[in-house]
């Protein structure tokens, strides 16, 4: 098996039914963190851990990600006669960035069905899925950190991390043994999605990043419907472990739910806040509000 992560899927066939209305015309990845949309934050993650080809797997009413990641003739002119270079160039920037193919899910039975609409485009390969809800903020990006764990484990990896509390309730979660000498490093024995808080196996939760063995699209075709009746890629994975190992990564870096209102919240003041040219107006402002 190859130990270079090529592909990477990114599901955005979701309704976003959290970000109402502010979704109903525009597809959820497209929404705006500071300014750039979600979906970019997670296509320039998959760049940034060597990745050189994206499938985005997409649904009815969500060409605006497609335009996105396509030229824009009309906007490149306008901004070119307009002498507007940073911005021309931040424009043609998107559009070559990395090619991206799409594939519909033509019915939204689930993210494991999401995922298994891409069979035939990753092939016999293992591959990398982003959800782009979930924006990592890490000095090495977190699927990077998770390229090079494979590179040593050469095995499925999901990305984890620790939630306290009923909030458990809302992800895949692992049942799983630490790994002697890499206290990142889980091996996972089980895992279920989305348990109630007294069921759950632990306390590490499954977080947007995988990277998978091609091994997975076979299990995804014969799941039976799982929790929330959706075919679930956490069962999927689960059908791994009949045959192969799994491993729980817990990566560096902070993940904020931006398909979440209060996660989108607080990621758009940390992002701000980072920022050279918003971080110190933005500061002042905080200042001076009255809490
Ligand atoms: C999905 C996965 C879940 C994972 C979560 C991370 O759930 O099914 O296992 O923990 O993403 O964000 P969703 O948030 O799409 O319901």
């Known amino acids: 098996m190859t130990k270079k992560i090529h592909k990477a899927v990114i599901p955005a066939a979701g309704f976003g039914t959290r ?11 497209m929404l705006a963190l500071v300014d750039k949309p979600l979906i970019q934050y997670g296509v320039e993650e998959a760049l940034a851990a060597g990745i050189d080809e994206i499938i985005i797997v997409t649904s009815r009413g969500k060409s605006a990600i497609e335009d996105h990641f396509d030229m824009s003739p009309e ?25 991206v193919s799409y594939v519909r899910q033509k019915e939204p039975l689930g993210l494991g069905h999401a995922v298994l609409q891409t069979r035939d485009m990753v ?9 782009p809800d979930d924006v990592i903020d890490a000095a090495t990006p977190c699927l990077k950190q998770m390229v090079d764990v494979f590179g040593q484990v050469e095995s499925s990896i999901l990305a984890t991390q620790i939630v306290e509390g009923p909030a458990i309730s809302s992800y895949g979660v692992l049942d799983c043994d630490p790994v002697k000498d890499n206290p990142r490093l889980h091996a996972v024995k089980g895992l279920v999605e989305k348990p109630k808080q007294a069921d759950a196996p632990s306390k590490n939760a499954i977080i947007g990043r995988y990277i998978l063995t ?27 472990l009949d045959t192969e190992k799994v491993f729980g990564y817990t990566f560096e870096g902070r993940r904020y739910d931006a398909g979440d209102k209060a996660g989108m919240l607080q990621a758009t003041v940390d ?4 920022r050279s040219d918003l971080g110190p107006g933005l500061r002042e402002y905080l200042k001076q509000i009255r809490l």
């Open 123 to 131: 092939g016999d390969e293992p591959f990398a899925v982003i959800l």
């Open 75 to 99: 906007l490149e002119s306008s901004l070119e006669a307009r002498g507007k270079t940073e911005l021309l160039e931040l424009t043609r920037k998107v559009s070559n960035m990395v090619l």
């Open 214 to 240: 091609p091994h997975i699209f076979e299990l995804l075709e014969h799941i039976p419907k799982g929790a929330g009746g959706e075919l679930q890629l956490t069962d999927g994975i689960k059908g791994l």
């Open 271 to 274: 992002f701000a806040l980072k």
């Open 19 to 29: 970000f109402l209305p502010a979704t109903k015309a525009i597809p959820k990845e």
